[in-house]
């Protein structure tokens, strides 16, 4: 598991910073209008953009909402979990997903160079 942010609680949002190799932005979790029960219960924004939803956590993983970042750039979604914290600094984690055995393809990761 590996923390890719940082948000915190702002009114009935929460507003935080995802930050990899490829990627530094400032994000806003914005409540969003449900129109069917099984809709998202926020949308993540970049300034003015939807770059992907959230939904409440319904189990006992200890997170508050599973997410799903998107971007054209990328093959697929990305889900991470916001998670629960003490301190009011609620980290964002991503777990990467195992491979699926009967997927064709090299699942082995380049080596690094020296």
Do not use: C, Q
């Not at 508050?64 to 998107?70: A, G, I, Q, W, Y």
């Not at 971007?71 to 980290?91: F, T, Y």
């Amino acid at each position: 598991m590996s923390v890719i942010g940082h948000f915190r609680r702002e009114g009935d949002g929460f507003v935080g910073r995802v930050a990899t190799l490829a990627l530094d932005a400032a994000l806003k979790l914005v409540p969003a209008t449900r129109g069917n029960a099984r809709g998202p219960d926020y949308l993540v924004m970049l300034g003015e953009n939807e770059v992907g939803a959230a939904w409440r956590a319904s189990d006992a993983s200890g997170a508050l909402l599973n997410v799903k970042l998107d971007d054209p750039a990328w093959s697929e979604p990305v889900n991470v979990r916001l998670m629960a914290a003490e301190d009011g600094a609620l980290p964002l984690t991503w777990i990467r997903r195992a491979e699926d055995k009967d997927k064709p393809g090299d699942k082995a990761a380049p080596p690094l160079p020296d």
